[in-house]
Nanobody
Framework: QVLLVESGGGLVQPGGSLRLSCAASGFIDGHYVMSWYRQAPGKERELVAYSMSVGGKIRYVDSVKDRFRISRDNATNMSLQMNDLKPDDTAVYYC?????????????WGQGTQVTVSS
């Protein structure tokens, strides 16, 4: 049973920074793509970034690519450093994972952590 647990959300002023973490357990042997998604009130859940264990490929959506950074300590721990946060970044952030070399659409989801950017 794969379990993903996010932490690190909170309230921050515009221009501030937060670091989210995702701790995974229950991965079986193989490659996993780990990802971050977010869902703002009244909007659909959207991809923020993903990290592939094969080849180390990382991709960011355009709205965050100069401000956010993914890092993976190992196959099961991932973080998202978010800098220069904007009110539009306010959302519940979810960690996702899929047992795949290339498919980043999650099979497993964490419970989410709230990020609020407001003055």
């Amino acid at each position: 049973q794969v379990l993903l647990v996010e932490s690190g959300g909170g309230l921050v002023q515009p221009g501030g920074s937060l670091r989210l973490s995702c701790a995974a357990s229950g991965f079986i042997d193989g490659h996993y793509v780990m990802s971050w998604y977010r869902q703002a009130p009244g909007k659909e859940r959207e991809l923020v970034a993903y990290s592939m264990s094969v080849g180390g490929k990382i991709r960011y959506v355009d709205s965050v690519k100069d401000r956010f950074r993914i890092s993976r300590d190992n196959a099961t721990n991932m973080s998202l450093q978010m800098n220069d946060l904007k009110p539009d970044d306010t959302a519940v952030y979810y960690c996702g994972a899929r047992n795949s070399s290339y498919n980043y659409i999650p099979e497993h989801w964490g419970q989410g952590t709230q990020v609020t950017v407001s003055s």
